[in-house]
């Protein structure tokens, strides 16, 4: 094992080494190699530093909180993202205002940074809707539960912010770009494929952030692929760059340099952010089946948290204040979600049939009348079902 991840590809060279501006016991990264990456992050100062800690630690409070609530029998399922925080976050936090986000089903940690309403998303997780919220009012894409899919919507959708002039401007608050997260089992579907395809060829402005997280479920990611995934880029001639997913300001400085090369018309980017699942696959998984505990104690040892933690106390920029208001933060963003979650009513049945097209559509009217119709024959004269 290396500082930086499992070499569990037989053909990984020092060139594959991720990019990495702070070292898994909080120390800053100073060599020639990622002098550009360090530049990026030269605005970002104790205050910036302990604001991406608080949003790691808010958004695993949050993570905890859903993951005990499905346990509690109140959600039927969660994806949870622990120890991903730092890719979430750092590529967030680079995000534009006006940058589209596509997630798959685990961005909780993007979500946060679009301003979503976290609560919002365990409306899916509870079944009581289909996972809707105001994508537009975040930049914020639907969450995509086809593994890969959303890869192509991303890229259709750069596609057409570029053919809307929206690209190469000059201006930085007109300029946009698109982002996609998947994860390294989603690089063995043909989507994604076809994705980094038209995004090349269309030179779209869409940055494939790939969050390899060691497990696809339960297949490794060595026997998905005999190079390292962030190689795969280049066949199809899209810059592409590995980053050290536990380490927040790594991320932050690629996905930055990545989202304005897209923004100003340099066209798409392949991003691997090596990380790891410290967790389940979901809260119906059980990970103890097919990897070891000294596997799980080397990547707890880098934990993404503790790494910017250890550098905010090197360096002067955490105290006992900041732990206090902090710890009051997260007591009272877990009894909201738990209040939120328990407050979900039951929705009406045909409530599936309101938003399944923008505007109305005669046969989910003629189904819908018809499902009424039928449910309404199970009520007798009292009115009870």
């Not at 497990?215 to 050290?244: C, E, K, N």
């Not at 991320?251 to 930055?256: D, G, I, S």
């Not at 097919?290 to 250890?310: F, G, S």
């Not at 550098?311 to 939120?340: F, H, M, Q, T």
């Amino acid at each position: 094992m290396t500082d930086l991840m499992q070499p569990t590809e037989a053909s990984q060279t020092d060139e594959d080494a991720p990019v990495q501006l702070v070292t898994p016991d909080g120390r800053r990264v100073a060599d020639d190699r990622n002098a550009p990456y360090r530049a990026r992050t030269s605005h970002l100062g104790p205050e910036e530093l302990r604001g991406l800690y608080r949003d790691m630690v808010l958004v695993r409070r949050f993570d905890t909180e859903a993951t005990a609530l499905q346990r509690q029998g109140e959600l039927a399922l969660f994806a949870p993202l622990l120890g991903q925080e730092a890719a979430q976050i750092g590529s967030g936090r680079a995000l534009a205002p006006q940058d589209v986000a596509f997630p798959s089903y685990r961005e909780h940690g993007v979500a946060h940074t679009r301003g979503l309403d976290m609560a919002q998303i365990l409306r899916l997780f509870r079944g009581v809707d289909h996972g809707g919220w105001d994508s537009e009012a975040h930049n914020f894409h639907l969450y995509t539960l086809v593994i890969g899919s959303h890869s192509l919507h991303a890229t259709g959708y750069a596609m057409g912010v570029q053919r809307d002039g929206l690209v190469g401007t000059g201006d930085p608050e007109r300029d946009t770009a698109v982002i996609t997260y998947f994860g390294d089992g989603a690089t063995s579907q043909g989507d994604v494929s076809e994705a980094l395809g038209f995004a090349a060829v269309n030179n779209a402005p869409v940055v494939l952030f790939c969050q390899n997280n060691q497990w696809a479920i339960s297949v490794p990611t060595s026997t998905q692929t005999r190079v390292p995934l962030y190689r795969r880029g280049a066949g199809f001639g899209v810059p592409s760059v590995r980053v050290d997913g536990n380490d927040v300001l790594a991320c932050y400085a690629v996905t930055a340099e990545a989202l304005e090369r897209a923004r100003s018309g340099g066209g798409p980017t392949f991003i691997e952010a090596v990380t790891y699942r410290m967790g389940a696959h979901t809260t119906s998984d059980d990970p103890t089946r097919y990897r070891t505990r000294a596997e799980e104690d080397y990547w707890r040892d880098r934990d993404p948290i503790a790494r910017l933690h250890a550098l905010l106390v090197s360096e002067g920029a955490w105290d006992d204040e900041a732990a206090a208001a902090l710890d009051a933060e997260c007591e009272a963003l877990g009894e909201r979600i738990r209040a939120s979650v328990r407050a979900l009513g039951k929705p009406a049945a045909a409530s599936m049939f309101d938003h399944v097209y923008a505007t109305d559509h005669q046969v989910v009217a003629r189904e819908s009348a018809w499902f009424e119709s039928y449910e309404s024959s199970f009520t007798d004269q009292g009115g009870h079902r």
